[in-house]
């Protein structure tokens, strides 16, 4: 019934390995997004997409990769994992790319050791 | 490039007090700005949405704010409860870039004491 769906909840993985974020909408939305938290609890965005086609590009290193095979599917890949990737990680989706309204995942806490 | 702040960053309050929360933003080309609320282990939950031409919106207890010209929105909770005790966060969303991105402030810890 969840309508941003998140997986997993929690990540603790070691320095330089691979690893991947899924993120599901139930609702149809056409837009979705990643959102990273840090340490000092600031939202930044990191990507969107619009039915598939990227949108949102921040300035994020080349290790982060999102990949979306439907407009209901939004993953997060990243390589060669660092420290200082730990944070918690945000999905979220909007009924359209114009749309003033969000709705989030409960997030992905990942850790890096 | 638009900045988000919000001020106090954290408060404590007596259960039964009304208290506002204050957000404020560089860039008043918005389109919208948002109030939520996040709870420990748990996403964002989207409490109010203002669009750029109102001046404000009602929720319950919740009362938000908007004075785009000022860049300013306030947020005002009555009759404060413990399961109030969250953190706030107010977002805006702009076109940038091409597109209309969603920038957050760094959020208000709110703990209302039974």
């Known amino acids: 019934d969840t309508a941003v769906s998140q997986t997993p909840k929690y990540l603790v993985t070691q320095m330089g390995n691979d690893k991947s974020i899924k993120c599901e909408q139930n609702?149809?939305?056409?837009?979705m997004y990643w959102y990273k938290q840090d340490s000092k609890k600031f939202l930044k965005i990191m990507f969107s997409y619009n039915n598939k086609e990227l949108i949102i590009n921040e300035t994020v290193p080349n290790r982060f990769s999102p990949k979306s095979p439907d407009k209901a599917h939004l993953n997060l890949h990243i390589n060669s994992l660092e420290l200082g990737d730990s944070a918690v990680y945000f999905c979220?989706?909007?009924?359209?790319?114009?749309?003033?309204?969000?709705?989030f995942g409960q997030g992905t806490r990942l850790t890096v050791v | 490039k638009q900045e988000v702040t919000q001020i106090p960053a954290a408060l404590s309050v007596p259960e039964g007090e009304n208290l506002v929360l204050n957000c404020s933003f560089t860039?008043?080309?918005?389109?919208?700005l948002q109030w939520f609320r996040q709870d420990p282990g748990k996403g964002l939950t989207s409490l109010l949405l203002i669009q750029s031409s109102q001046r404000e919106q009602t929720s319950g207890r919740l009362n938000a704010s908007l004075d785009k010209s000022s860049g300013r929105s306030t947020l005002y909770i009555a009759a404060s409860q413990p399961g109030d005790s969250a953190t706030y966060l107010c977002a805006v969303q702009y076109s940038g870039a091409g597109s209309y991105q969603l920038t957050f402030g760094k959020g208000t810890k709110l703990s209302v004491i039974p």
């Open positions: 979220a989706s909007s009924p359209f790319r114009d749309s003033t309204e969000a709705f």
């Open positions: 609702l149809g939305h056409d837009t």
């Open positions: 860039d008043s080309a918005i389109y919208n």
